[in-house]
């Protein structure tokens, strides 16, 4: 129930955004420049609060069997993802740092999961959407995808090996030894919390977590594309 009520007031702060938004834009003394301004806010606005919602939600983000519980999939990446399609990647890097500054206040990781969320959506999304802005054909989407893909994998690994592990350590005070237990539990091959957690674990895990959000992403962009050029 609190989180639910969490998804309700982030999603009350948002719409209250939006309606400011809407309010300037509306108004017919509005500059150009204006005008911009405001449209990116109500695209910041519209999909930042989507994204909020799918993340805050229980029932909307999960465990993957065979995975440590720890490493929970969820849908917010979507929505960035066809903004930073549709937007460019200032958009998509602007809800991403939204996101991030929202859900601090909410932290049970002492801010350490909202850091490396901020880190792997970046790595996966703003290089995809830099290289779809400049060659806006399907072949340029499927190839930004890719070099996304690979660049945020690479990094989730890395970074959990080299600091996003250690710092949980050290911010929690939680010992390896029990960071360790709950890896076995899920898969036994895993012998430490460094390179073999790294690749039995990080690396399959967001494989598959990329391979879903792409998916839905192509699917739903798709279909929605005019509903989204009304925000242009």
Same mark, same amino acid.
């Given at each position: ?126 290089? $995809? *959407? ?6 806006? /054909?399907? !072949?340029?989407? &499927?190839?930004?995808? +890719?070099?996304?893909? =690979? ?33 076995? $539990? *899920? ?6 919390? /460094?390179? !073999?957690?790294? &690749?039995?674990?990080? +690396?399959?895990?967001? =494989? ?25």
């Amino acid at each position: 129930m609190k989180d639910i009520a969490k998804a309700i007031i982030l999603g009350v702060v948002l719409v209250l955004w939006l309606a400011f938004a809407i309010f300037v834009f509306t108004s017919q003394k509005i500059q150009k420049t204006n005008k911009n301004i405001v449209k990116f806010m109500v695209r910041v606005a519209v999909f930042g609060g989507i994204s909020i919602i799918l993340y805050t939600v229980p029932m909307l983000k999960f465990p993957v069997p065979f995975f440590p519980s720890f490493l929970e999939f969820h849908f917010d990446e979507i929505p960035i993802f066809i903004a930073g399609f549709a937007y460019g990647p200032w958009t998509a890097a602007a809800i991403i740092l939204i996101k991030f500054l929202v859900k601090i206040p909410f932290t049970s990781t002492m801010v350490v999961g909202e850091i490396s969320d901020l880190i792997y959506s970046t790595a996966f999304i703003i290089p $995809a *959407a830099i290289i779809y802005q400049k060659h806006r /054909k399907f !072949s340029g989407a &499927l190839i930004g995808i +890719l070099i996304g893909t =690979v660049f945020q994998v690479v990094t989730a690994v890395v970074t959990n090996v080299y600091l996003m592990i250690p710092f949980y350590m050290f911010v929690m005070d939680f010992p390896e030894q029990a960071i360790l237990a709950m890896c076995q $539990a *899920a898969n036994a091959n895993v012998t430490d919390v /460094k390179w !073999s957690y790294g &690749l039995l674990c990080v +690396l399959p895990f967001n =494989v598959i977590k990329d391979a879903i959000v792409i998916i839905v992403t192509l699917l739903v962009y798709k279909a929605t594309h005019k509903l989204i050029d009304k925000l242009a």
